[in-house]
């Protein structure tokens, strides 16, 4: 049951930490929410996943003051107030979504705040502190759909922490609570911090993980020999997923190494997941773009949950 505590918030006593963090960063899971269907179930997802990892929750309401296009014109009298009341009310909103989120699990702690800031230097602003920031894919309304999937983006190239992006709607899964934790794997820094994201997830979830290496390059240039090319390939991926294996005995791993373009893979399989984790850049040079250049085609591709892999 959830224990009722002031100003928007739920408390419960704090327990043991996990594999990933010994402490609990000041700001927990951070959720960037405007009211939209893609940021409700942001709210929900990230909810859920607090109630996981026993962090906080932090739900956060920002709006851009409004400037008339003539300095001539004067604001109009109120706007700032009606926008931060407006924003009180979403966030009354999404509290719910979250305490609804989490009936029958571990309690969390939630908080609520409007902030008159732009959304993209806010969030990575606070991304400093939060074991991970949470956003919509979409906000609302038509120009907002344009506007805040640029936010997602912001956020994601520019976080000091991991950045889960979700999308609106239920995702297209026979059984989500089963389904696998799919991680793109390409052996560079960022796929290390990656699997260390996935495999958490998966152990905590109780499901399996499947680990997708796909070999872009040698399908651009050459075309060695099936033996060759995919025995090089599970090797890496195997010294790649070592100590993970090592420090998440419980999480099952079907390896899955492929030839082809990791963006186009990753998509084909999101659809058997019930979350994507990715690096956000990889082995640097020209497959470095490429592979930043996935982990931003996954994001706005697929409908399952994505979380990119960001250093603090």
Not at 88 to 97: D, S, T
Not at 136 to 160: K, N, P, Q, W
Not at 257 to 279: N, T
């Amino acid at each position: 049951m959830l224990k009722e505590g002031p100003a928007n918030s739920v408390f419960v006593t704090a327990t043991k930490g996990n594999k990933m963090s010994a402490t609990v960063k000041r700001y927990g899971i951070v959720v960037g929410v405007d009211g939209s269907g893609a940021s409700n179930a942001a709210v929900g997802w990230a909810a859920r996943d607090a109630a996981m990892r026993n962090v906080p929750l932090n739900l956060v309401y920002m709006f851009n003051l409004f400037v008339p296009t003539f300095p001539q014109i004067p604001m109009p009298t109120g706007v700032a107030v009606w926008q931060e009341e407006d924003g009180k009310k979403v966030l009354e909103q999404a509290v719910k979504i979250a305490e609804d989120a989490v009936k029958g699990h571990r309690a969390i702690t939630i908080a609520s705040e409007v902030k008159c800031s732009p959304p993209v230097p806010t969030l990575v602003e606070l991304s400093k502190e939060a074991e991970m920031v949470v956003v919509g894919s979409h906000g609302r309304g038509a120009l907002a759909r344009i506007v805040l999937g640029s936010v997602s983006s912001g956020v994601v190239r520019g976080a000091s922490c991991p950045v889960a992006v979700i999308h609106g709607g239920e995702p297209s899964m026979p059984h989500p609570e089963q389904a696998p934790v799919l991680l793109g794997v390409d052996c560079s820094p960022a796929s290390e911090l990656a699997a260390t994201i996935a495999f958490d997830e998966a152990s905590r979830r109780g499901v399996g993980l499947t680990a997708l290496h796909a070999w872009s390059d040698v399908a651009v240039f050459e075309r060695p020999p099936l033996e060759d090319w995919k025995s090089e390939a599970e090797r890496n991926l195997g010294e790649c997923l070592a100590g993970c294996l090592e420090s998440y005995p419980d999480v099952t791993v079907h390896r899955l190494v492929v030839l082809d373009h990791p963006g186009r893979e990753l998509i084909e399989e999101s659809h058997s997941a019930q979350l994507v984790v990715v690096g956000g850049h990889g082995r640097g040079g020209l497959t470095g773009m490429l592979l930043g250049s996935v982990s931003n085609a996954v994001v706005h591709s697929v409908r399952t949950p994505v979380i990119v892999a960001r250093p603090s």
